[in-house]
C-alpha cells in the first residue's frame, strides 16, 4: 500500500479515536468537551509523519485452513446503504463491488478459505437459534448495536480477548467504536475496515450553495476554519431564507424553509454535534453511567428544542417516510439538510450546488466538532463457532486488507468522489470523519429514540423526562454489565 492511502486508512479509523462525547469524564460540568485529535491520541496524522514502514497483522507464516468456508450470518438487508452484502461474485466495474471482491480474494487465496455469506432478516433470532442447537454454522454475526447488546445479554457471544490474534490496537480496527462499545474494558461485538456500513451510517449537514449565496449568508466552510460554526450561526442562517412561497400568510409544507430531517437521524446528529449525549456516559473505570440529567446536558438540550421551535427554520413535513424531506432539499425549498451519508447518495442527481459541513457546535468556547457515527453494523462471534484461532486470523486478515480496498473505494470514491462535490466539502468529510463517536445501545428506546422525538417536537421538561426514565435507564444499565462481567 502506498504511504499516501496508509495515511486515508489512518483518517478513517482515526475518525473514531477521539475521546467521544459519549465516553466523557461523567464527573464533569461539561459532559463532552474533549481535547482536540492528533496523531497520539487518533486524530489525523500530519505529512510528516507519513512513511513506508508498512504494519502488519502478527498473524503465523504458513497460517491455511484447507479450503475452509469461513461464513457471516449477514443481518443487513438495508437497502438504502451503499452496499449491505460483504461477498461480491466477481468483478464488475463498480467501485465498492470490486474492492470487496479483491479485498476477499486476497485473503481467500492466502488462508485457504471461501468468504461466503448468509442473508437474513430475523439475524438476531437466528444466531441463538444456532448456539442454541449447537451448530456451528456461523464463524460471524452481522448485526447491529442494538441486537449485538441483546445477543451478548443472552449470552451467545466470545469476548473479543479470547480470540487469538485479534489486536484491537491496530488502525485497521475502528476504536472508537470498539472504545463506545466496550464494557468494562470488554468486547464482545466490534467493528474493523472490514465494515462498509460505518461509512453510510455516518450524519453530516448538506447545504445548499446556490441560496446560500443569493441570500449572501457567510460562507459555511470559512466558518468551519475560524471555529464559528455554532447552533446561533446555523439558526440565524436558517431562518433568514425563510420565504411564504404558496402566500398563504401560514409555515406550510409549500414553503422555503432552514432546515429539513426527521428526528432520529437530525436531532441525534444536532445533539452529538453540541457535545452533549442521546446515550447513557461510561466513567474512568469504562462502565456504564447515567449522567444525561446534568445541567449542561439539560442546557444544550433546551436550546436544541428552541432551535428547532424557531418559526420558519423546520421545514414541517421532513419524517422517515420522505428520508427527512429529502425532496425539499433536493428542490432547493431547504437551505439545509441533514442524513446518513448512504442516503446523501440520493443527491447526486440534484441539480443544485451543495455542499457538506459538520454538525454545529453549542458555542465558540467548545472548540471543537462532534459528530455521530450512527447505527452501523458490528462483529459478533457466536459461542459456537469452531475454532476461534481461524476466526481472529481471519478476521484480522480481511481488516488489514481493508486498508487498501474497502477504505480508498468508500472514503476517496464514494463519498469525496460521488457525494462531496468540491475541495471544502472533502476537507468537512476529514473533520467528519475525524471527529465520530457511537450512542451507546443501553436503553435506545428512552436515549436514542424518545429523547430524540421530544427535542424534535420543541418539548423542554428534560428534568422531568429524566426523572421519569432514570429507574428504566438504571435497570438497562445493570443489565448490561451483568452480561458482560458474567460472559465468555
Known amino acids: ?40 491520541d487518533g486524530g489525523a496524522p500530519a505529512a510528516e509523519e507519513e512513511t513506508t514502514t508498512v504494519l502488519m497483522p502478527d498473524i503465523p507464516e504458513g497460517s491455511n485452513f484447507g479450503g475452509y468456508d469461513f461464513t457471516f450470518l449477514n443481518g443487513n438487508t438495508a437497502e438504502w446503504m451503499t452496499t449491505y452484502v460483504v461477498t461480491a461474485e466477481e468483478q464488475n466495474g463498480e467501485v465498492v463491488n470490486d474492492a470487496i471482491y479483491d479485498r476477499n480474494l486476497a485473503v481467500a487465496e492466502k488462508y485457504g478459505v471461501t468468504i461466503s455469506e448468509v442473508s437474513t432478516t430475523s439475524v438476531a433470532s437466528t444466531a441463538q437459534k444456532s448456539v442454541t442447537a449447537g451448530d456451528d454454522e456461523y ?77 449572501a449568508l457567510d460562507d459555511p466552510y470559512q466558518l468551519i476554519k475560524d471555529m464559528k460554526w455554532t447552533i446561533d450561526v446555523f439558526k440565524t442562517m436558517g431562518t433568514s431564507v425563510y420565504s411564504d412561497l404558496d402566500g398563504d400568510g401560514s409555515f406550510s409544507a409549500d414553503d422555503q424553509y432552514g432546515y429539513t430531517s426527521w428526528s432520529d437521524v437530525g436531532v441525534q446528529a444536532l445533539i452529538y454535534g453540541v457535545g452533549a449525549l442521546a446515550s447513557v456516559s461510561k466513567d474512568e473505570n469504562d462502565m456504564p453511567v447515567f ?27 421532513g419524517e422517515s417516510a420522505n428520508n427527512g424531506g429529502v425532496e425539499f432539499f433536493k428542490a432547493g425549498k431547504t437551505l439545509f439538510y441533514s442524513e446518513t451519508m448512504g442516503n446523501a447518495q440520493k443527491l447526486r442527481t440534484m441539480d443544485i450546488d451543495f455542499g457538506i459541513v459538520p454538525g454545529p457546535m453549542y458555542n465558540e468556547q ?29 478476521l484480522e486478515a480481511l481488516a488489514w486488507e481493508s486498508q487498501d480496498t474497502i477504505v480508498p473505494a468508500f472514503y476517496d470514491k464514494m463519498l469525496n468522489g460521488k457525494v462531496a462535490r468540491d475541495e ?24 436514542a429514540v424518545n429523547l430524540c422525538t421530544d427535542v424534535w417536537k420543541n418539548k423542554t421538561d428534560f ?21 458482560f462481567e458474567a460472559g465468555t
Open 424 to 447: 471544502e466539502s472533502g476537507a468537512s468529510l476529514d473533520i467528519v470523519f475525524n471527529t465520530l463517536s457511537y450512542y451507546i445501545p443501553i436503553a435506545v428506546s428512552v436515549t
Open 139 to 215: 464463524d460471524v454475526v452481522l448485526l447491529t448495536m442494538s441486537d449485538a447488546l441483546a445477543c451478548t445479554q443472552k449470552g451467545i457471544a466470545v469476548e473479543y480477548g479470547q480470540i487469538p490474534y485479534i489486536d484491537i490496537d491496530k488502525p485497521w480496527w475502528v476504536h472508537g467504536a470498539m472504545r463506545d462499545m466496550s464494557i468494562g474494558g470488554r468486547n464482545y461485538y466490534g467493528m474493523s475496515l472490514f465494515d462498509t456500513t460505518h461509512y453510510d451510517g455516518v450524519r453530516a449537514f448538506y447545504f445548499n450553495k446556490t441560496m446560500r449565496e443569493n441570500y
Open 1 to 40: 500500500m502506498s504511504s499516501s492511502k496508509r495515511v486515508l486508512a489512518a483518517l478513517l479509523t482515526a475518525a473514531v479515536l477521539l475521546p467521544a462525547a459519549a465516553c466523557g469524564d461523567a464527573q464533569s460540568d461539561s459532559p463532552s468537551v474533549t481535547a482536540a485529535p492528533s496523531a497520539s
Open 366 to 394: 467548545q472548540g471543537e466538532y462532534h459528530n455521530l457515527g450512527g447505527n452501523p453494523y458490528f462483529m459478533l462471534i457466536p459461542l459456537t463457532a469452531g475454532d476461534l484461532s481461524r476466526t481472529g486470523i481471519i
Open 291 to 317: 449522567t444525561l440529567n446534568n445541567p449542561d446536558e439539560i442546557e444544550r438540550l433546551t436550546a436544541l428544542a428552541s432551535l428547532l421551535a424557531e418559526p420558519g427554520f423546520k421545514h414541517p413535513k
Open 463 to 483: 428534568a422531568s423526562f429524566f426523572a421519569k426514565n432514570e429507574a428504566k435507564i438504571q435497570k438497562e444499565i445493570d443489565k448490561a454489565v451483568a452480561a
